[in-house]
């Protein structure tokens, strides 16, 4: 089993920046696509950003290019998020989620950690 633990979220002005980790144990996240989900209010689970396992491809979804980056330290097993210049509009519940590269079924998601952004 592998065990996520999100942290870093809290309550910020408008302009203002959050920086989210997600520690894993229990396995090596070397070999796993990594990413971090969000879910408002009423609103879908959307991904935000993503970064590839054996290749260095990366994603981020429009509402957040030029303000998030994800970024990964294999030697501390742990993924981060940098968020600045928050908008009241990126408030939500943040999910860490990574999945193996080929045993796809191999899919472990954190418990979450709210950001709230004030406007």
């Known amino acids: 089993q592998l065990h996520l633990v999100e942290s870093g979220g809290g309550l910020v002005q408008s302009g203002g920046s959050l920086r989210l980790s997600c520690v894993a144990s229990?396995?090596?996240?070397?070999?796993?696509?990594v990413g971090w989900f969000r879910q408002a209010p009423g609103k879908e689970r959307e991904g935000v950003a993503f970064?590839?396992?054996?290749?260095?491809?990366?994603y981020y979804t429009d509402s957040v290019k030029d303000r998030f980056t994800i970024s990964r330290d294999n030697a501390k097993n742990t993924v981060s998020l940098q968020m600045n210049n928050l908008k009241p509009e990126d408030t939500a519940v943040y999910y860490c989620?990574?999945?193996?590269?080929?045993?796809?079924?191999?899919?472990?998601w954190g418990h979450g950690t709210q950001v709230t952004v004030s406007s």
């Open positions: 989620n990574v999945r193996h590269s080929i045993v796809h079924a191999r899919d472990y």
């Open positions: 970064k590839g396992g054996f290749d260095n491809s990366e």
């Open positions: 229990g396995k090596s996240l070397r070999h796993y696509v």
